[in-house]
Every structure is written in C-alpha cells, then in structure tokens.
C-alpha cells in the first residue's frame, strides 16, 4: 500500500514542483539589488564617508527606486560598511561582504585601502570561481591601480593624480609670480605620487621654479600643524601645494592662513565636508582645487535639479562627489544593458561605455585599463557668483579652468589580465 501510495503522489509532486520552479524565478527577480559602500563612517576621516554614503543613497532613490526600480521593478539597497579607513578593517569588511553575498563594493577613500581591496578582490575572485566580486573606486587615485596594478574586477570613476596634476602643474605654470613651491602631503602612496609627480612635471614646464620643501607628515594624527608651517613660512614659498584631504586639509590650510602667509594653496581635496566654513573669507581667493565635475556656475538644469533636491533633503550636507553619481549611474547602464547583476556580466558591459553625466559632460570608460576619461576642471574659493556654497557658509567653488576629456588622457602600463568565461 505504501509504494502504491508513493506512486499515485508522484504526479501531484511533480506538477507542485514545477509550479514552484515556475514562480521562483518570479519572485527573485523582485529582491533587491544589493550593493556595498565600504568607507570610514567613524574615527577621523568619518564625515568623508558619511558625506559619500549619504549622497548613495539620496541618488539611488532619487534616480531610481522612486521610479520603479531597474531590471523590471528591482530596487536598489546600499550596505554600509564601515572600514574605518584601515586596510586591516577593510580586510574584515570584505569578509562580511563575501558572507553577505555583496558582489559589488563602491570604496573611494585612501589609495592604500583601494589597494588593499584590489589585491584581496584579485585574490578572492581567483579562487573562487563563479562568486567573484566588482571594485567600484570612485576617488582613490593612486596611478598604480590602472597602470601595474589594474585588474578586470577594478574601475576606477575618479582621474588619477598624475592625470590631475598634468592640468594643476599647467595652470601653475601659467602664473608667473610663482617663483618657488612648497610640497607637503600625507605620509602614504598618494601623497608621495603627489610630491614626486609634482616636482617632475614642474621642472618640465617651468625649470625656473624652485622647489623649496618637500615633506609628510603622519596621516590623521597631527592636531597641530603649526610646526610644519613655519617651516612652510620661512622657506619663502609663493606657492603651497597639498594632497591632503578631511581633517588634516582643514588643520593645515588654517594653519597656514592663520600665520599670515599671504599664498595661494593648491589642492585635491580642500572643500566640503567642514573644510570651506573653517577657512571661510580667509580662503576665498587663496584655494584652489582640482577636480572631475564643474562648479558655479552649474549649465545643466538636470544637474542642479538634483542638488536642489539634495540639499533640501540633506540640509546640512552637500553634493560633495558627482563622481559617485557618475560611478552609480554608468553600473545600473551596465546592468539594463546586460540585464544581469553578475559581477563579469557588469564588468563587460562597463567596458569602452560612453556616458553622459547629469552634468552634460561626456564620460568614457577606457577598456584597455579601466580608467574613466572625464574633463578636468579647477576651481577656486570664493562668495561671488555661487548658486551652490560648501558647509551653508556662503562660500563656494567657481570654476575657472577648464581641460577636456581627450585632453586629460595619459598612456598607462596596465597589462589586463582576463578571466576565461
């Protein structure tokens, strides 16, 4: 009786289990799509992350989860992840990644984190076939990441510093009241490609500058940069430039400002997040930044749109990194275009992809090295002409120059290895 039963069951389960497998797919393609943000949201460099992560999240609903989703109706779920801006902690943060089933990791701030996140992705994806997982660098600009070091699993959304540093040392070399400049940077892999590209491409544009200090200094521990300064002061310098970036751009630049030193100061990083409400009319004119979107005055309506809609959603914080936006906008073009969420099938579909950005500017992600080709702009500080101010100080950033994409391109050294699919 027992096996009869059996037997006349069989017909009911089956038909019960393809009906399952019929609905599966259904309801799996409604869970969301989950993406990581792996930044520092606590200790020192906290507001840099908290900055970024809020701006994820504001585009994500503003572009698409209030319009439906992508993919047919998915919606989009950021998950923090707070790496404390340490490549230890970033280590364990991709554990959790891996354990939550995370497969692409937005990650932008320190080169020496992206690297540690390059070369622990190169290692997971190698040896786990199949559950690979995308690096989504959105402002770690170390050179090295698309040149010795690149990997089909990274992209990079910012201009690296050399690329950076080809428009800044042009702009400098046009003033002639600069005589000598002063270098001072973080002690770290950024900071140095900062110093020595610095000192190089000056001596090719204008020999006759002098370069008369060159120092690090510990990243996110000094309180008082006081000493460095004076060394900066005394040395005559017409010039500073710094790739320093959250609290210790803020220390400096005020350290230098409060002692008088009448200079313009040459940065990457020295607006938003604190940093234009601390120098404030002692900034104005003296501050001056390189960066990958344009500032006061914004052309594009789409564009200032968004940032009114994000400032009066987030009073108190500004659209600091478009980058991001970029970054976000050009891996869900990926997805629709590929219709998939896997890590390869993104990374395809990114590849040699020509996109225009919120802003109007035309964006290309180089295949070769996995490299975005963006215009370059630099931009000073100043209360004249600003739509958009920094910190609601009334202070802001108005461009000033301006390079082109095809004119921001270098030639790399990255030789891509592909993975067999």
Not at 134 to 151: F, G, H, K, R
Not at 211 to 219: A, L, Q, R
Not at 254 to 276: H, L, V
């Amino acid at each position: 009786m027992l096996h009869s039963f059996s037997r006349s069951l069989r017909p009911l389960l089956t038909a019960s289990l393809l009906a399952s497998a019929a609905l599966t797919p259904v309801a799996n393609a409604q869970d969301p799509v989950r993406l990581g943000f792996m930044d520092p949201l606590s200790g020192t460099f906290a507001s840099v992350g908290t900055s970024g992560l809020n701006l994820l999240e504001f585009a994500v609903d503003y572009l698409y989860n209030s319009k439906g989703g992508i993919l047919g109706g998915r919606m989009i779920e950021i998950v923090p992840l707070d790496n404390k801006q340490s490549p230890t902690e970033t280590q364990l943060q991709f554990r959790r990644a891996v354990s939550e089933e995370l497969r692409i990791l937005f990650q932008g701030n320190s080169s020496a984190v992206a690297n540690t996140l390059n070369q622990t992705i190169t290692r997971h994806n190698r040896r786990n076939p199949g559950q690979e997982v995308l690096q989504i660098n959105y402002a770690a600009v170390d050179p090295i990441l698309t040149n010795e070091e690149c990997s089909f699993w990274h992209f990079r959304f910012d201009a690296h510093a050399v690329m950076k540093l080809e428009v800044l040392t042009d702009f400098i070399a046009m003033n002639e009241d600069i005589k000598s400049v002063y270098i001072i940077g973080q002690d770290y892999s950024f900071g140095q490609v900062v110093a020595d590209n610095t000192i190089r491409l000056l001596n090719e544009k204008r020999p006759d500058i002098e370069i008369v200090g060159n120092e690090f200094h510990p990243i996110g521990t000094v309180k008082d940069f006081t000493p460095y300064v004076t060394k900066i002061v005394s040395s005559g310098a017409d010039a500073v430039i710094t790739g320093n970036f959250g609290a210790d751009m803020v220390s400096l630049a005020r350290s230098i400002i409060d002692s008088g030193m009448d200079a313009p100061i040459y940065t990457f990083y020295a607006a938003y997040d604190g940093i234009t409400a601390t120098l404030g009319e002692d900034g104005k004119d003296r501050i001056r930044l390189i960066h990958t979107d344009s500032a006061n005055p914004i052309a594009s309506k789409t564009r200032r749109d968004f940032n009114h809609t994000y400032k009066d959603a987030h009073p108190n914080f500004d659209v600091t990194q478009s980058r991001l936006v970029n970054a976000l906008m050009m891996v869900v073009t990926a997805m629709e275009k590929s219709q998939s969420t896997d890590p390869y099938d993104v990374a395809v579909a990114l590849e040699d992809m020509r996109f225009t950005n919120i802003g109007g500017d035309e964006l290309w992600m180089r295949p070769d090295d996995h490299q975005l080709i963006q215009p370059l702009y630099i931009s000073k500080q100043t209360d004249e002409g600003i739509e958009f101010d920094a910190d609601n100080s009334g202070y802001g950033l108005l461009t000033e120059y301006e390079v082109t994409a095809d004119d921001t391109a270098l030639e790399h050294s990255c030789r891509m290895r592909r993975p067999r699919r």
